[in-house]
């Protein structure tokens, strides 16, 4: 066999997965666009395992079994974040997410009429500025 078709094929599939990253717009897609990049590798690790077997014999299927192993907790833990992310924005759209969080206001207490504003105003006594 050739081993042209299958890694034009793992690069076609590669593709579509960086295509499919960029563009959507949906995590659930997102994810699924991920594995397609995932699967576009383990084609690449058989292929490559199939051609040059005299020199490492079954180490591409033995990684292709550690990315199969990857692929599945990274969908467990990308289904729980998109669950998570769904509950808390009824949205599962990637832009929507925010990166940051907005910063956290800063309390003000007063203290006899005025404003404090940190542990310097605690030192002085009442009556001065």
Not at 23 to 48: F, G, K, P, S, Y
Request: net charge neutral.
């Amino acid at each position: 066999m050739r081993p042209v078709i299958p890694y034009v094929t793992a690069a076609v599939l590669f593709g579509l997965g960086v295509y499919g990253v960029l563009r959507r717009r949906n995590a659930v897609l997102v994810l699924m666009a991920v594995e397609l990049m995932l699967n576009a590798v383990n084609l690449i690790l058989v292929t490559a395992d199939t051609t040059v077997r005299a020199q490492l014999p079954h180490s591409g299927q033995v990684f292709a079994l550690f990315v199969i192993v990857l692929a599945a907790a990274e969908i467990g833990v990308g289904l729980a974040i998109v669950l998570q992310l769904y509950r808390l924005r009824a949205s599962v759209a990637v832009d929507e997410v925010p990166l940051t969080e907005p910063p956290a206001p800063v309390p003000a207490t007063t203290t006899g009429g005025r404003l404090s504003t940190g542990p310097a105003d605690a030192d002085r006594p009442e009556g001065t500025k």
